[in-house]
């Protein structure tokens, strides 16, 4: 599709949601999450037990869009150039040729992050923030659109590398996909008893769209009370007791974007509270450092963000604002 003004890149993410829905059943909040990330120029890391669908889900987004699209299977032998690429030598031109590796995509899927040694994902992180990659050749860009899609198994730590905060800061969204209802249970079973639906999965947005959408993303209006709403969500999570490290501006920024990205997603112009409100989780849950004290009670940081919305009081809409 043609994209020509903001209100377009709602249609095209629901002809995504939806041709991700023949394979997946009841994650249509996470596919909006993913085209949010994307618009937003972000990444995302999706923490679950295994078989929860987290691949199947990445999987499902990157024949939705026409992208290119590889996938790296973390382990604790991975090494720097075996994403980067590496140089061979070519007999025939007598010289050392560049081969790119699996980095060098617009859509890449990190198979369980947590298990490759800090040196490779020091090598990813680079990748992620500059959208470039430094090999023995010198720098090779990366192409855009580019979103990594890493996935953790949050149970099983033995052999596992814990992403540093600094890592864990270049994710815009950590998101947990969550067991199916016995409803949903049951329309897995119908979908896939047969075959996967995933083998007739065909393109439906270019990546053309996708940058086109991603710069009308950027002109979503953002006013002033609701500016002032994301600030004060930000510095809440600096003085709450139970936080010993709160959101960075970086954070700040990336809810920011991230709002006006999902609004666009939803069909609208211009942020609303709700927009902002339901995106704390996402964006700042892995960033927030809680103390020691809170950390030996059991203190999640998805609890601490529940509390800081609530603390923070919402702006409300003038009337005819969302007319507008």
Request: proline share 5%; hydrophobic share 40%.
């Amino acid at each position: 599709m043609n994209l020509s003004n903001i209100g377009e890149v709602g249609k095209l993410s629901g002809k995504v949601i939806n041709n991700v829905n023949k394979v997946m059943v009841g994650k249509e909040k996470h596919v909006a999450l993913i085209l949010a990330a994307m618009f937003s120029g972000g990444h995302i890391l999706i923490e679950d037990v295994p078989g929860i669908g987290k691949t199947m889900l990445a999987k499902s987004m990157a024949l939705s869009l026409d992208c290119t699209f590889k996938r790296v299977q973390c382990t604790p032998d991975l090494l720097p150039a075996d994403i980067t690429g590496s140089s061979i030598y070519n007999q025939k031109l007598a010289e050392f040729v560049f081969k790119e590796g699996p980095l060098v995509t617009q859509i890449l899927l990190v198979d369980e992050i947590n298990r490759t040694t800090p040196r490779t994902q020091s090598a990813l992180l680079e990748a992620m923030e500059e959208r470039q990659i430094t090999t023995d050749q010198g720098t090779v860009k990366l192409p855009d659109p580019f979103l990594v899609i890493a996935t953790q198994n949050p149970i099983e730590l033995e052999g596992t590398f814990l992403l540093p905060e600094a890592q864990l800061d270049r994710f815009l969204f950590k998101i947990n996909l969550e067991y199916p209802s016995r409803e949903e249970d049951m329309a897995i079973l119908e979908r896939f008893s047969k075959s996967s639906p995933l083998q007739d999965l065909r393109p439906v947005v270019t990546a053309e769209d996708l940058i086109r959408a991603r710069e009308y993303c950027r002109l979503v209006e953002v006013s002033e009370p609701v500016r002032d709403y994301i600030i004060e969500l930000i510095y809440a999570s600096r003085k709450h007791q139970k936080v010993e490290l709160g959101a960075s501006p970086r954070a700040m920024l990336n809810l920011f974007h991230a709002s006006q990205s999902l609004a666009a997603v939803r069909g609208r112009s211009f942020v609303i509270p709700d927009d902002v409100k339901y995106l704390v989780p996402f964006v700042l849950s892995h960033r927030l450092i809680t103390g020691l004290e809170s950390s030996l009670k059991g203190t999640q940081a998805s609890d601490i963000c529940a509390e800081i919305i609530t603390s923070v009081e919402v702006p409300v809409e003038k009337t005819g604002e969302s007319d507008q």
